[in-house]
């Protein structure tokens, strides 16, 4: 059975970065496509990245394009998400999650294993 745990949040000052890990075990993440959401409080969790298993494409919300880098290490069983210029409106608990999809790929309906979650708090 696949197992996610995210790791890396913090707090970090706006216009800086920090990078996520999606760690996975229990099965090979290469075999998922690996989505990337955010939930910040009061608000639906929204897409942020996704890498795709059957090629690799990568795709990004429009709100973090040019500024979050997602990347795949099939050796560690890792997805990382790393986070530059960081926004205030960037805080939210950020969630990794795995499916089998193939569109749809910033929806969270299209995932069905999620991690727990790691907070990322952008303030001054």
């Known amino acids: 059975q696949l197992q996610l745990v995210e790791s890396g949040g913090g707090l970090v000052q706006p216009g800086g970065s920090l990078r996520l890990s999606c760690a996975a075990s229990?099965?090979?993440?290469?075999?998922?496509?690996i989505g990337w959401f955010r939930q910040a409080p009061g608000q639906e969790r929204e897409g942020v990245s996704s890498i795709s298993s059957s090629d690799g494409r990568l795709y990004y919300a429009a709100s973090v394009k040019g500024r979050f880098t997602t990347s795949r290490d099939n050796a560690k069983n890792t997805v990382y998400l790393q986070m530059d210029s960081l926004k205030p409106e960037d805080t939210a608990v950020y969630y990794c999650a795995a499916g089998r999809s193939t569109t749809g790929l910033l929806l969270k309906d299209s995932y069905d294993t999620w991690g727990q979650g790691t907070q990322v708090t952008v303030s001054s």
């Open positions: 229990g099965r090979t993440l290469g075999y998922y496509t």
